[in-house]
């Protein structure tokens, strides 16, 4: 009995840190929605989050950047994982609430900011502060 709860234990505990190496690479942004509304332009299209490790890099298709944290990841929640990005520091830090969802070579990550709660579902609606982003894996070149 002992044996199987430390399996388990092990296994529920190195969940985070697969999913952050599942999800390291480079995504380019396919579809970004806020408010029920696509706000793709074409200058959006060249959006990448590149993920290395807990450090997420967002580059803009204007050339601008920063850089945000993976403050939490809990790949087994229920009813969908949990994604909490973190940018700066200290008292003037800034943490968003999220959920994802990772299908092969695709990234959903939906987002809230306050002073909504965490999405429970990967859509936006009239009004809302939400952020829903879909990103497709940038294949290595040869």
Known sequence: MFAILAAVLVTVGN???????????TWVAASWESGGEAKMRDQDLKIRYEIKGDEV???????????????RIEPTAKPHAI???TRGEGETSQTISGIYKLEG?????CTARLPERRPADFATRAGDRRLLRVFKREKARP
């Open 105 to 109: 070579d695709t990234l959903t990550i």
């Open 15 to 25: 969940a985070p840190a697969e999913d952050l190496s599942a999800i390291e690479g």
């Open 83 to 85: 994604i909490d990005f």
């Open 57 to 71: 890099t967002h580059r803009s298709g204007g050339g601008g950047s920063f850089t945000m944290k993976v403050s």
